[in-house]
Structure formats: C-alpha cells, structure tokens
C-alpha cells in the first residue's frame, strides 16, 4: 500500500489549496482516508476523515467550514481543499490509511496517528504574507 501526498505550497492568509493523496498499485475505493498535519515542533493531529463510500465525514473543528475532504474513484484519489488558509495552518500534511475504515475513523478523531500503518510522505503547506 503506497500513498503520495501532493499539492502543497506556499499561499498568503485567506487563500486556497487544494492536496491529493493518491494511491499507486491498489485501489483506494475500500479504504477510508486520513489527513493528518504536524507543524515543527508539535504533535501530529488529524484533520479530516472520509469513509470508503464517502458517506462519512470528520473535520477537526479547527478546520470545520474551511476545508473539505471528497474521493474520486475514478482517478484513485482523494482530495483536501483548503479555503481561508490561515497562518496557524502551517504544517506538513499527511494522508494515511489502515485495513479498518473505523480504525482510520478512530485514528483520525483522537489525533493517534501511530495506530495507522500505511502513510504517505507529506506536502508542505506554508501559509505566509
């Protein structure tokens, strides 16, 4: 199971991103996905969760009505996007996965970001005047 992480980048305050997480050699269609960021110095949090179907959602509150997580199974992928960016968004994103969908779920909510095995290497998101 790989996963890459994409679309970072370096925006002012109030702009927009939007990150991938694709996956290569598996379909991502019966894994449910994890955003994850760590900005230096502090603990990897979650973000944002999306079931397999895409029923399901979560978002960190501090992210609630600025971002949103959708998949395509189509192109393998899912998506982040990330309005009104703000400075304390800085971090390097992270999407994950594991065989559970609940375990991602779980994982996700309470920021334990160790019970999930399957990672991607992070992109950058720097937001900066």
């Known amino acids: 199971v790989q996963l890459q992480a994409s679309g970072g980048g370096l925006v002012q305050p109030g702009g927009s991103l939007r990150l991938s997480c694709a996956a290569s050699?598996?379909?991502?269609?019966?894994?449910?996905i994890g955003w994850f960021c760590q900005a230096p110095g502090k603990e990897r949090e979650g973000v944002s969760y999306?079931?397999?179907?895409?029923?399901?959602?979560y978002y960190a509150r501090s992210v609630r009505g600025r971002f949103t997580i959708t998949r395509d199974h189509a192109k393998n992928t899912v998506y982040l996007q990330m309005n009104s960016l703000k400075p304390e968004d800085t971090a390097r994103y992270y999407c994950?996965?594991?065989?559970?969908?609940?375990?991602?779920?779980?994982?996700?909510?309470?920021?334990?970001?160790?019970?999930?095995?399957?990672w991607g290497e992070g992109t950058q998101v720097t937001v900066s005047s």
């Open positions: 994950a996965t594991d065989q559970s969908p609940s375990s991602v779920a779980v994982a996700t909510q309470t920021s334990r970001s160790n019970d999930l095995h399957y």
């Open positions: 050699g598996f379909t991502l269609d019966y894994y449910a």
């Open positions: 999306i079931s397999p179907s895409g029923s399901s959602t």
